[in-house]
């Protein structure tokens, strides 16, 4: 049984379908690159799993249970984390109290994930007191993913991690991605940073006009020189 099942799922905004029939699984433990051109529908499926948008058609299961079309609030509380590309911090708060919003729903912040996320990014523990707005893209993109570990998921959903950063910050936000991983967290990337993404990647897919085009491991979708020249940029 797949951590992540989705299945034949429709979705859009309004009148306009945007996905027409995806099916994705995401293991225990497995990290999965989406790639894909602006417009594919790989943030609008990654909205719809995580209840932002309702499928018209399909099913999407977690670890067994139905999900399909469950608020997002529902789903933060089976273990089932999402950090979208923009709005994902409370510029006005400091560091720890965003921190502290991501463990919203329980009786008190677990200190022990307080001092985890600490230590996987370390740049965090000296600017706790921070307001987050003052901040650099890549340390806001820190506190959002440490936001959303404060519960501790077993699926992490990532859209555009490293959008706009710095090459230096990417590098150490892909750094931080593996060591997510590690700890056993299952990860879902969006990433236009396709060829950094699929290096750490067990799997990829390819999305083009809302259908899920080819699908590997991230290795062989790599040396694939036919999807390399149409969405890596190769020769």
């Known amino acids: ?11 859009g905004y309004g009148d306009m379908q945007v996905l027409h029939g995806i099916d994705l699984d995401v293991e225990a433990g497995e990290i999965v690159t989406i790639i894909g051109p602006n417009g594919a529908g790989k943030s609008t499926l990654m909205k719809t799993i995580f209840g932002l948008l309702k499928p018209t ?24 984390a999402y950090v979208p590309q923009v709005e994902n911090v409370f510029p006005s708060l400091t560091v720890r109290e965003n921190l502290e919003m991501g463990a919203f729903i329980g009786a008190r912040v677990p200190r022990e994930r307080l001092n985890r996320i600490y230590e996987l990014f370390p740049p965090l523990m000296t600017r706790q007191r921070m307001r987050v707005g003052r901040m650099s893209g890549g340390e806001r993109q820190m506190v959002a993913m440490g936001r959303a570990l404060m519960l501790d998921p077993r699926l992490l959903m990532l859209d555009e991690p490293s959008a706009a950063l710095a090459p230096n910050l990417t590098a150490t936000i892909f750094e931080r991605i593996l060591a997510i991983n590690e700890t056993g967290t299952a990860i879902l990337i969006v990433e236009q940073n396709a060829k950094e993404s699929l290096r750490l990647s067990h799997r990829g897919c390819v999305f083009a006009a809302g259908v899920k085009c080819f699908e590997d491991s991230g290795p062989a979708i790599l040396a694939n020189e036919n999807i390399g020249r149409l969405y890596l940029g190769g020769e």
């Open 1 to 11: 049984m797949s951590l992540l099942s989705a299945r034949a799922i429709e979705s």
């Open 57 to 80: 058609k399909g099913r999407i299961e977690f670890e067994g249970n139905e999900i399909t079309g469950l608020s997002a609030d529902r789903i933060v509380r089976l273990g089932l």
